[in-house]
């Protein structure tokens, strides 16, 4: 097996591009805020992506669907019954994969939030209960679903 040697100085700016990428999605997703929203927040929230121009609602509605997830997690973990919050996740995640635009405004924000929701909604799964677990698991699903769509879409850009 032989090795080709590359010089250092063009190695450099392969690795300063990944590294300066990591920082940028390591600090967009230390922004993502993880406190359980008020009804009236979310409330808020919900009126404001309804009546957003199609550019701004998948970002709103990716927002309202994890402080939603955020919400059922805290539901569940007091022992109350999270299945019309779930419901809710569900129907949200649907408006964003129906109404994905391709000049859709903060869609890179959209996608690093909808990836932060699955992983959390993912923590929620393995510790519910059986009887929770199956909506949980068909909001994971399209949850994943929506997040590889948007995904797809910020490397389209």
């Not at 309202?64 to 779930?86: F, I, P, S």
């Not at 408006?95 to 909604?121: C, P, S, V, Y």
Request: hydrophobic share 45%.
């Amino acid at each position: 097996m032989r090795f080709v040697r590359m010089p250092i100085s063009s190695a450099l700016p392969v690795t300063a591009l990944v590294a300066a990428f990591l920082l940028l999605s390591t600090q967009s997703a230390k922004a993502i805020d993880e406190r359980v929203p008020d009804p009236g927040t979310l409330a808020a929230l919900r009126a404001k992506a309804q009546s957003a121009s199609a550019r701004e609602q998948c970002f709103l509605y990716a927002e309202l669907v994890h402080q939603m997830t955020e919400l059922a997690g805290r539901q569940m973990n007091a022992g109350n019954d999270a299945r019309e919050t779930l419901n809710a996740i569900h129907d949200y995640a649907q408006k964003i994969h129906m109404g994905m635009a391709d000049d859709t405004k903060r869609l890179k924000n959209a996608q690093i939030l909808m990836e932060h929701t699955a992983f959390r909604l993912n923590e929620i799964l393995h510790s519910a209960s059986s009887e929770d677990r199956p909506v949980l698991e068909s909001t994971l699903k399209q949850l994943n679903q929506v997040q590889n769509e948007l995904m797809m879409q910020v490397f389209r850009h």
